[in-house]
Nanobody, 131 residues
Framework: QVQLEESGGGLVLAGGSLRLSCTAS????????LAWFRQAPGKEREGVSC????????TYIDSVKGRFTISRDDAKNTVYLQMNNLEPEDTGTYYC????????????????????????WGQGTQVTVSS
């Protein structure tokens, strides 16, 4: 059973940067869409960014466009989220996730916004941005 582990979270001042990493063990990420979600206290989990297999496409929520960059290194079985110019509103627990195979040909290679379309999740890493 593939497992995901996030790292790189921490406490940072507004305007600062962090780089999150998510590495898989006991399985591969290379043929799957991969996403970063976040959840702030009292709020629902929201998709932040997603990258399709082979980096064919990537998506971002409006609030992070121009500040966050998602990337992947399939040789290292790792997906990254570079977060620049962080804002207090970015505070939350960040989770990486791997697309669910649905039986529709190659669908698992692409991005989806619905958390239900992902079946492998990491434990999360905390990001706190102070003003």
């Amino acid at each position: 059973q593939v497992q995901l582990e996030e790292s790189g979270g921490g406490l940072v001042l507004a305007g600062g940067s962090l780089r999150l990493s998510c590495t898989a063990s006991r399985g591969s990420l290379s043929n799957y869409g991969l996403a970063w979600f976040r959840q702030a206290p009292g709020k629902e989990r929201e998709g932040v960014s997603c990258i399709a297999s082979a980096g064919l496409s990537d998506t971002y929520i409006d609030s992070v466009k121009g500040r966050f960059t998602i990337s992947r290194d399939d040789a290292k079985n790792t997906v990254y989220l570079q977060m620049n110019n962080l804002e207090p509103e970015d505070t939350g627990t960040y989770y990486c996730a791997r697309r669910r195979a649905t039986g529709v040909y190659n669908e698992h290679r692409f991005c989806a916004s619905d958390p239900g379309m992902y079946d492998v999740w990491g434990q999360g890493t905390q990001v706190t941005v102070s003003s």
